[in-house]
């Protein structure tokens, strides 16, 4: 079965620097999908950002990166340049080919200014 | 604008009474879900379907129903509410081969069961 684990209940940074959120899964599958979502305050959930599982780069969007180690089953989200509005949950999610989304528990992140 | 929409976006009832959110998407989706988040657990799916007529359960079911009559919607049933339903309620539209495809979540449901 699909388990993700995000280990970090909640996290602070301050203003423009960098924040690395955790995320590791476990799957049997070799092919499947990592995504990120953020959910402000205001609860909806945001699509951040994608890595599949035979990309051989770490995707990008933005201020958004995904280090994405395969052989250690991480996927962590690294924002650069801290900003307040990036004060939300942040959601580790995957997708096996023929399963549905599963979820981790989530990571608050507080940006101080 | 493609979206999911539903609603009502904030409820408050009492236990028992039987109550429905409504789910609809505008992009010809093959595939919508019903999801829960409660702290600490983040998301976890109650229902999806795979195309019309066709719905299967997830991981929380008990408690909830679906119905998939039109493609485009998928409204989730609780006959009979219990305070342990309270949760903010997701539903999600995306194609059916999925892929690197994200997931559309609509904005989201408050529920307060008293």
């Known amino acids: 079965a699909q388990k993700i684990t995000q280990t970090q209940p909640g996290m602070f940074v301050q203003e423009k620097e960098a924040v690395t959120l955790d995320c590791t899964y476990d799957?049997?599958?070799?092919?499947?999908?990592l995504f990120w979502y953020k959910q402000p305050s205001s609860g909806e959930m945001i699509f951040l950002i994608y890595q599949g599982s035979y990309d051989q780069q770490n995707a990008t969007e933005g201020r958004y990166s995904l280090n994405f180690q395969k052989a250690r089953k991480s996927a962590n989200l690294v924002i650069s340049a801290s900003q307040l509005g990036d004060s939300a949950m942040y959601f580790c999610a995957m997708r096996e080919f023929w399963n549905d989304m599963r979820f981790g528990a989530g990571t608050r992140l507080t940006v101080k200014p | 604008e493609a979206q999911v929409t539903q609603n009502p976006r904030y409820l408050i009832t009492v236990t028992g009474k039987k109550l429905t959110v409504t789910c609809s998407q505008n992009?010809?989706?093959?595939?919508m879900s019903w999801y829960r988040q409660d702290p600490g657990l983040g998301l976890r799916q109650i229902y999806y379907?795979?195309?019309?007529?066709?719905?299967d359960k997830g991981d929380v079911p008990e408690g909830y129903k679906v119905s998939r009559k039109e493609k485009r919607n998928f409204p989730l049933i609780l006959e009979s509410p219990s305070p342990n339903q309270t949760s903010l309620y997701f539903c999600?539209?995306?194609?059916?081969?999925?892929?690197?495809?994200?997931?559309?979540f609509g904005p989201g449901t408050r529920l307060l069961v008293l």
């Open positions: 992009m010809n989706h093959e595939y």
């Open positions: 799957t049997s599958d070799p092919s499947y999908g």
């Open positions: 379907s795979m195309n019309v007529e066709v719905t």
């Open positions: 999600a539209s995306r194609p059916l081969a999925g892929g690197q495809e994200t997931q559309y």
